[in-house]
Each structure stands twice: as C-alpha cells, then as structure tokens.
C-alpha cells in the first residue's frame, strides 16, 4: 500500500527528482530491491481485480454477446451458437411500441425520483424541527417501511386499492366521495403507474431522508444563529445555509434513484404484469417477456443493452460531474 | 415474480445436482420421471414403477413431484442442463413451445405403442408440432358449473340448467333466495377467467384465433367472439357476484371463496372442489355438478380442454426405458386406475370409472368436445406474460370499454404476440 503511494508521488510531483540525483549506487541498489517491491501491489492487488473482472465483466460481455445471437430454448439446449449481427436489435428498434415502453419509462423514472428525493428532503427537514421522541417513532416507521420485502409491501397495496374490499375505496366512500365504490385502480396504465410510484416512493423515501439528515446534522448550528442575527427567515436561512450544504447529497440521491427506478422490475410485474393493454410496461418487463415469457434470449439481452445505453445517456452529466470534482479534491 | 423465477431456477440446479448423483451411482440405470402436483395418484405411480423395475432389471424409477408454479423456468434450465430427466409432463398448452424447438423427442414412430387410437384428440393435437408427435395424451382435466344441491333445493330448482336461459334462471332463483344474505353470490364469477369465456366464445361459434402451424391471427372481434363476451358480462351482472374484476380464479383460489360458503355455483375443476372439500367436509355432500350450458337447450358448451402431455427431453439419457415406461403408462390397466383417480385418461376412451362420482361424470361429459387454444409456440409466452384476454374482460366488466372496442384493442394485442 505504501509501495503504491510513494510511486504515485514520485510520478506527480517534480520534487523526488534530487532522489535520482542523490548518487549511482544507492539508487540502483534501491531500484533492483523495488523489482519485487514494485511487483507486490499489485501482486496483491490482482485476485481482487481478476474477481472484479470476473464477476462484472464477463455477465457485461456475455449481455453483449448473447445481444448478436439468436438464442431461444433450442439454441440454448443444443449449446449452438447462431451470429444474427443486428438483426436483434433492428427487430427491437422497429417496433413502434418500444419507443412507447422506453418513453414510459423515461416518464415513471421521473415520477419515482422526483418523488423520492422531494419527499426524502421533506421528511429530512422534518426530522430535524420535531422533538426527539417524535423523531425517534418516525425513524422507527421509516426503517419498517425501508425494510419491508419488496413483494409483500406490493401485495399489501395491491390490497390496499383493490376496488371492493380495500381500505382506501372505502375511507373515500365514508367521506362522502360515494364515486370511489368500486373503483377500479387499474383500468389504465397511468393510474396504474401511479400507484407503482406510490408504493417505490414509501419505500424508496426512508433511504434519501436519512442519507439528508446526515447531511444536514452536519450543518453547524451557529451557522443558521449567524443567519438569523442576520435577518433571515426560515426561507432565506434554507437556501442560504441548508441547501448549499445539502446539494452534494442531493445529487448523489438523485444519481442512485435513477438508477434504482430506471430498472425497477419487482413492483412493476408483481402489481399488474405490465397491464392493462401492457400500459404499465417497462423496459424491464419488456425484457422480462421476451426473454423468460418467450424464451428469445438474444432479443431480452439486445433490451438489456439498449437499456444500458439510456441509463448511460441519462447519468452521463453525473458521471462528468463524479470525474470533475474527483479532479478537483485531489 | 422475479423472485419466483429465481427460485425456481435454483431449485433446477438443485435438482439436476440430485439427478446427476443418482444416475453415476447407479450407472446410468437410473430412470428420471417428473411428474406435477396434483396429477396421478402416489399409489398408482408406485405400482406402475414396480411392475416396470420387475421388468427391467437393474433399472431404478426416481420419481419426482414438481410444483405447477414455476415450471416453465425449472424446465427450461433442467432440459439446457447435462442431466436433464428422462420423462417430463407438460401442460397441454406449455407443449408447443418445447417441441417447436427441439427440445423433445420424436415419438411419431413409437406413437401406436402408447394406444394412439384411443388418445383424446384435443391433446394428441396440443402434442404435434410439424406433423411429428412430441407429447402424448396423459389426462385431461376440463371445467364444469359445480353447484350447492342443498341451496339448489331450497331455491325450488328442480332441474339443472341445460342451456343459458336456463342457467341465467338459476342465479335470478338463488338471488332471490338467499336475498337476505348481503354477502351471498349465487355465481362466483372472477373477472379475468379467461378459461371459463373460452367456453362462451366456443359455444357461440366464435374462436380465440385462427390459422395454423405457426401463424395464427387472432379472431376475437368477430360478432361470436363478441356474443360470448356479452355473455360472460351478463352472468356477472346477473349474479352480482363480488369476485375481483381486475384477477383470475387463483386470486384468491375461488376454492377457498366457495369453501366459504357464501357461493351457489362456481365454474371449476374437481381437483380444485377437493381443495375447498378439504376446508369443509359438509361440502362433499352438498356439491355436485353439471356441464357448462349451451345456448342451445339441451347441448353443453365446449369447453377448455386443460390437461397434460407426457414427453421425453431430446437430451434424456435412457430413451427406450422411457418409452417402456410411457408404454406401461398407456396400457388399459392404468389409464384405467387414472380415471379411477378423477382424470379424464388421456389414451383411454372408456371412462365408465368416472361415473360413479357425479362431478367426475359432468366433467367426463364434456371432454369429447373439448377444445384447446392455438397450438403455437407463442401461446406460451402468451399465458406466462401478458394475456390479452384478461385485459379485455377487465375493461369490460369495469365498463372501461365498449364491448366492440375491448375486443378489437384485445384482437390486435392478441393477434401481435402470436406472430412473434
């Protein structure tokens, strides 16, 4: 580990250059030590490497691989391997219909992160103004429904909205809302988006909320005193003091829900399989269906790279900003 | 879902690890046979198996249950794997798939060993892909109107519907009946039991789809089709039946809804009535049975030929011990104890051992005009992801859509996943 960092000065930085000067002898008897000494970093290094490269490499190759293939069940039970080229991805493209799912998921990524990071800010900001006892059941609540398995918090909603027997129906029946008997929650695609939004939110919300009460536990009490001696009120003393302090974890959520959501395949097939009329549909499940449904392997991994493409697309302003700012700390 | 597919994925490996071991013990002299849950009986299996290691020596039979859930993953990766088992059963509408893609063995050669000319047509279709044989009539299963005799009784119906007006007479009879009871349904009806509106549509001269081989165009806009959907939604308003709009009859298992007992009449199988009879015994007794009625008095409609081919994985290791003990499995003698068991048996026209048990008789009644879906590879992705049918009785019954425009909406949706 030292090995590594002094290589790495030395390579930086012009002030090691008097070490080469420092005398013939001592300097090739270092250099012949450090042929092994240099080797041991990464010696040590490479298992962790070999293993990274294994266990993400090769699926990322074998995606892009199986993407030029023709693979469905008797492809796959022969072991034979058939090269289309494009033509997976040409058949894919060319469906009018998944420009729609890719646009719908575009549009439920939105929703998802929009709602997650607003509503994690909200019961960030929340945590800190109520008193600790409040606090503490908050908390408790968030890490429950941060626990809760994915599949049951979706069956528990799916109860939730049912038209006859669910509780919401019921609640707007007993408040004079008598439309709501029996109405059906998923008689469209984007209601019932919307109710997958709902349940990603409740459970995607804890995570953003703590990871900001971090952020702003951080934030030095004397600093909002300053700026109330100053004058602020609570608006200005928020964007003055919370918000730059807040924005760097902000982003960072932002970055990890969209990753999150813009794959989200659980709730999505467990509430409604991508109905009605596949008006829930996303690009995961569109893998899902052509690939475990309809067994056309090649064509659920050509999904799978296109939706790498967009993901790339989508974080490519993060990713420029995660290199830039790496540049600057160092 | 993903969890399930998970799940069962490992369970194939783990399965196949189990398989493996037990074929090098043995040498090779180890005959793998899956069978589902729920299908022949324990004791008819076992005697099958011993009759055939008496005649096979050195032979061993290991048997093995798989569960209906997950299937389609535990078989796909069992029959990619280097031990895959030596004799599978597929549901009838699972079949296409595997022998569309070589995944089973030719059996059109051995076909007159395993009592062809007695073989229920629907299946014997569902097993053919390419004019080749690749799955072998086991039992069929198909759906019959169970009823409540002593509710029946009470409501003064005397007679069990033979046509629809009839049936429709029935549920205004049992309503008016049991008016007292807020919570009564005189017919269970879930919104999305596409099995059920297959019958309807049938009945009305309509079908799902047209074609054959591999290109079908779907054909649910056609007035018949239409006529049987207007059907399907006039029993549901006639009953008023508080089943979900939005699932099938698994969600919930309308056997635990009947078991219950808040229902008159249900559409189901008798395997699914010995589930609710297992809730409450009393039900035995007070349930019996009668084909689903036809428009036409005095006929019954045809109904969904559901049920269950055996195949041999092209990759099996022993494939002439399986095609004895295929051989075994179609003789007389058992197809015989399989109707014994509540099966329609699949290579045995005789099913005078189902008339005993009324429900049994409804069923076994009906068979012979059973009808099955498109026999297509795609149907199966079809069932295993999205099915348009349900999307349209949805849309129906939550008056989301006008009948013309469900099924037109549903046709095209139909008609595009059976081109691919």
Same mark, same amino acid.
């Given at each position: 580990m030292t090995a590594t960092t002094n290589t790495a000065v030395s390579a930086g930085n012009t002030p090691p250059a008097p070490r080469s000067t420092a005398g013939a002898a001592p300097t090739r008897r270092r250099g012949q030590q450090s042929t092994g000494q240099r080797m041991l970093p990464y010696l040590l290094l490479a298992p962790a490497v070999l293993g990274i490269l294994a266990l =993400?490499?090769?699926?990322?190759?074998?995606?892009?691989?199986?993407?030029?293939?023709? =693979?469905?069940?008797?492809? =796959?039970?022969?072991?034979?391997?058939?090269?289309?080229?494009?033509?997976?991805?040409? #058949?894919?493209?060319?469906?009018?219909?998944?420009? #729609?799912?890719?646009?719908?998921?575009?549009?439920?990524?939105?929703?998802?992160?929009?709602?997650?990071?607003?509503?994690?800010?909200?019961?960030?900001? @929340?945590?800190?103004?109520?008193?600790?006892?409040?606090?503490?059941?908050?908390? @408790?609540?968030?890490?429950?429904?941060?626990?809760?398995?994915? =599949?049951?918090?979706?069956?528990?909603?799916?109860?939730?909205?049912?038209?006859?027997?669910?509780?919401?129906?019921?609640?707007?029946?007993?408040?004079?809302?008598?439309?709501?008997?029996?109405?059906?929650?998923?008689?469209?695609?984007?209601?019932?988006?919307?109710?997958?939004?709902?349940?990603?939110?409740?459970?995607?919300?804890?995570?953003?909320?703590?990871?900001?009460?971090?952020?702003?536990?951080?934030?030095?009490?004397?600093?909002? #005193?300053?700026?109330?001696i100053d004058g602020a009120n609570s608006w200005q003393s928020f964007r003055a003091v919370t918000w730059p302090a807040l924005r760097p974890i902000l982003t960072v959520c932002t970055f990890l829900s969209i990753l999150w959501d813009f794959k989200l395949f659980t709730q999505v097939w467990a509430m409604r399989q991508g109905g009605p009329d596949g008006g829930s549909t996303t690009l995961s499940v569109l893998q899902y269906l052509n690939g475990i449904s309809a067994k056309h392997f090649g064509l659920a991994a050509a999904v799978s790279v296109l939706m790498i493409v967009v993901l790339f697309v989508l974080t490519a302003q993060y990713i420029r900003l995660l290199v830039r700012s790496r540049e600057v700390d160092l | 879902?993903?969890?399930?597919?998970?799940?069962?994925?490992?369970?194939?490996?783990?399965?196949?690890?189990?398989?493996?071991?037990?074929?090098?013990?043995?040498?090779?002299?180890?005959? /793998?046979?899956?069978?589902?849950?729920?299908?022949?009986?324990?004791?008819?299996?076992?005697?099958?198996?011993?009759?055939?290691?008496?005649?096979?020596?050195?032979?061993?039979?290991?048997?093995?249950?798989?569960?209906?859930?997950?299937?389609?993953?535990?078989?796909?990766?069992?029959?990619?794997?280097?031990?895959?088992?030596?004799?599978?059963?597929?549901?009838?509408?699972?079949?296409?798939?595997?022998?569309?893609?070589?995944?089973?063995?030719?059996?059109?050669?051995?076909?007159?060993?395993?009592?062809?000319?007695?073989?229920?047509?629907?299946?014997?279709?569902?097993?053919?892909?390419?004019?080749?044989?690749?799955?072998?009539?086991?039992?069929?299963?198909?759906?019959?109107?169970?009823?409540?005799?002593?509710?029946?009784?009470?409501?003064?119906?005397?007679? /069990?519907?033979?046509?629809n007006a009839e049936w429709l007479d029935a549920i205004a009879k049992l309503k008016a009946a049991n008016a007292a009871d807020p919570d009564f349904q005189p017919l269970y009806l879930p919104g999305q039991y596409w099995y059920a509106l297959t019958s309807f549509i049938w009945d009305q001269g309509g079908d799902l789809a047209t074609g054959s081989g591999g290109s079908y165009t779907g054909a649910l806009d056609t007035p018949q089709a239409q006529a049987g959907v207007e059907f399907y939604k006039q029993l549901v308003e006639a009953s008023g039946t508080t089943a979900p709009k939005d699932n099938d009859e698994a969600h919930p298992q309308q056997a635990d809804v009947y078991a219950a007992g808040k229902v008159g009449m249900w559409i189901g199988m008798p395997g699914e009535l010995a589930t609710a009879v297992k809730t409450d015994p009393s039900l035995k007794e007070k349930t019996s049975a009668f084909p689903i009625p036809s428009k036409d008095a005095g006929k019954t409609a045809p109904v969904f030929l559901g049920g269950s081919n055996l195949a041999i994985p092209a990759s099996a290791a022993h494939v002439d011990a399986a095609k004895d003990w295929l051989k075994l499995l179609t003789s007389d003698k058992y197809q015989t104890q399989l109707a014994k068991g509540g099966f329609v048996p699949g290579a045995d026209k005789d099913t005078t051992a189902l008339a005993g048990d009324p429900v049994s008789a409804a069923m076994a009644k009906a068979t012979a005009g059973g009808k099955a879906t498109p026999v297509t590879p795609a149907w199966a992705s079809i069932e295993a992801g999205q099915n348009p049918l349900k999307d349209m009785l949805t849309a129906v019954l939550t008056g989301a859509k006008t009948v013309p425009q469900a099924t037109k909406d549903a046709n095209d949706a139909l008609t595009k996943a059976l081109a691919k």
């Open positions: =993400l490499g090769w699926p990322v190759l074998s995606v892009l691989l199986t993407s030029v293939r023709k =693979l469905d069940l008797g492809e =796959l039970m022969r072991g034979q391997v058939v090269w289309v080229g494009f033509d997976n991805y040409v #058949e894919i493209i060319s469906d009018p219909g998944f420009w #729609e799912i890719t646009l719908r998921t575009l549009l439920f990524t939105a929703g998802c992160v929009a709602s997650i990071v607003l509503g994690g800010l909200l019961v960030a900001l @929340l945590m800190r103004h109520v008193p600790p006892a409040v606090r503490v059941l908050l908390q @408790l609540s968030l890490v429950l429904a941060w626990a809760m398995p994915n =599949l049951a918090a979706t069956t528990t909603f799916q109860w939730i909205f049912d038209p006859n027997f669910g509780i919401l129906n019921k609640t707007l029946v007993l408040f004079g809302f008598d439309g709501f008997a029996g109405y059906s929650w998923f008689t469209s695609g984007l209601s019932t988006l919307t109710v997958i939004v709902v349940v990603v939110a409740w459970q995607g919300i804890p995570f953003t909320a703590f990871t900001m009460y971090a952020g702003l536990l951080a934030v030095p009490g004397d600093l909002y #005193e300053a700026a109330g | 879902m993903a969890l399930a597919a998970t799940a069962a994925a490992t369970l194939g490996v783990a399965a196949c690890g189990t398989s493996g071991g037990g074929g090098n013990s043995a040498e090779g002299g180890t005959l /793998t046979v899956w069978l589902m849950d729920g299908s022949a009986s324990e004791e008819m299996i076992s005697a099958l198996n011993q009759e055939f290691e008496a005649a096979h020596p050195g032979v061993k039979v290991k048997y093995e249950v798989q569960a209906w859930n997950g299937i389609q993953d535990k078989l796909t990766t069992s029959l990619t794997s280097d031990n895959p088992p030596d004799i599978i059963e597929l549901g009838n509408t699972q079949n296409p798939q595997f022998s569309s893609q070589d995944t089973l063995t030719d059996l059109t050669d051995s076909a007159k060993d395993f009592n062809q000319d007695k073989w229920i047509p629907g299946l014997a279709e569902a097993g053919k892909w390419n004019g080749k044989q690749y799955g072998i009539p086991f039992y069929a299963a198909n759906r019959v109107v169970l009823y409540r005799t002593d509710l029946f009784q009470a409501a003064g119906i005397t007679a /069990t519907p033979t046509s």
